[in-house]
């Protein structure tokens, strides 16, 4: 822990579960525990599983000026949100290359809270607010605990009114056990799932009631990085660990454009004027690899890191790999020579304990239709 600078209040409970305590962007997460990480995968896609993700940071921006700062700084139409609703957006530097992903929220007309993990947000929100009437605050007392797996709705209707007609990306300020709340219908588990805002005095409330009264339904606490196995799944990218930042080019800096992560859907429909705008748009076509899916043989996970090859040749490096025990694969998210990312292309994955044999696959691997995060009652 020695980089970290943010606490959360539930530190002792995730010690008490075998946690040391790892830094995740400044704050001690809970990166392992005293379990085996299967159980809490299984739970969270058969039953649901509660996470501290408190490790992503807060922003509230208000002010005349709110909407115009996000609007210059993220890649999606902000007019089409509105209090209630929020979106999936990204952030670019000049060079029209990926710095940051977050989730945006609207909270009021002249109000927003900004959501983001350890990328440069922060900062390219700062960036955009100089000369506007418009403040930032980082809000680090908000906790954010995340109950996810398909009963997750089943125990908040107990205490939540209306929660099954949240939609996805849609929040509510609410009650939970007579304590304020903000819930928000998202996740990054490809499940039906929520976000609980809360108060840091209040997370330890919560977080032991719901482990107390879920347990009978299954609902385990469950560590960050179990969202690994998850997300490879679910095809939800996780900065740094899936960008040019950790592999990068040899004679470039770090960037990647969203054509090459398939976050190009995260910009609006004919928007312009935002940070990196021209440059996106030029870059169309222009990819150096895609990132896909890749299928091995047999049980044994890809190491993460581990080249890929074709005929002999290296294609690619797998960013992140699991096997699940539930559809009994093994599969990864990897970035691949964009003449590869091809379904069914011949692949061979080398770990350290040798190689494997594997397919390229279009992501997700998991419910590519979202039928199950946004289902309806």
């Known amino acids: 822990m020695t980089a970290s600078w943010r606490f959360s209040t539930l530190a002792d409970r995730h010690r008490a579960l075998g946690s040391k305590l790892e830094d995740w962007s400044g704050m001690g997460t809970a990166w392992t525990y ?7 995968y299984i739970a ?3 039953k649901a599983g509660l996470m501290d993700v408190s490790g992503l940071k807060k922003v509230h921006i208000t002010g005349p000026h709110a909407s ?8 999606r139409d902000v007019e089409k949100i509105y209090p209630g609703k929020s979106a999936y957006a990204c952030m670019l530097n000049e060079a029209g290359k990926f710095t940051d992903d977050c989730i945006l929220y609207r909270t009021g007309p002249n109000a927003w809270m900004v959501v983001h993990g350890s990328g440069t947000g922060h900062e390219e929100l700062q960036r955009a607010s100089v000369g506007r009437d418009v403040s930032l605050r980082f809000d680090d007392n908000l906790h954010d605990l995340s109950l996810q797996g398909p009963t997750s709705v089943d125990y908040l209707a107990r205490h939540v009114p209306g929660i099954r007609d949240l939609n996805y990306f849609h929040h509510m300020q609410t009650q939970l056990f007579g304590l304020p709340v903000m819930i928000s219908r998202t996740g990054y588990t490809g499940e039906r799932g929520y976000e609980i805002f809360c108060r840091g005095q209040d997370a330890g409330t919560i977080w032991d009631r719901i482990l107390d009264e879920g347990k009978s339904a299954g609902i385990i606490p469950c560590r960050f990085t179990t969202l690994d196995m998850l997300r490879v799944e679910s095809y939800l990218l996780f900065y ?3 960008n040019s930042q950790k592999y990068p080019f040899a004679n470039e800096g770090p960037g990647d454009t969203l054509w090459e992560l398939g976050l190009d859907f995260t910009v609006s429909p004919g928007k312009t004027g935002f940070r990196g705008a021209e440059e996106h748009y030029r870059l169309k076509g222009k990819e150096r690899f895609k990132i896909y899916g890749v299928l091995l043989d047999g049980k044994q996970p890809a190491d993460e890191g581990a080249p890929v090859y074709r005929d002999g040749r290296q294609v690619g490096v ?12 093994s599969m990864g998210i990897a970035r691949l020579d964009v003449d590869c990312a091809v379904k069914d292309t011949s692949l061979e994955i080398r770990n350290k304990s ?24």
């Open 68 to 75: 115009h700062l996000i609007d210059l700084a993220t890649t």
């Open 240 to 242: 740094p660990y899936d």
């Open 318 to 329: 797998v960013t992140c790999a699991m096997y699940s025990p539930l559809v009994k694969k």
């Open 44 to 46: 969270i896609r058969t």
């Open 34 to 40: 005293d379990k085996d990480a299967d159980e809490e």
């Open 354 to 377: 040798g190689a494997v044999k594997a397919t390229a696959q279009p992501l997700p691997f998991d419910d590519p239709k979202k039928t199950k995060r946004t289902a309806k009652g």
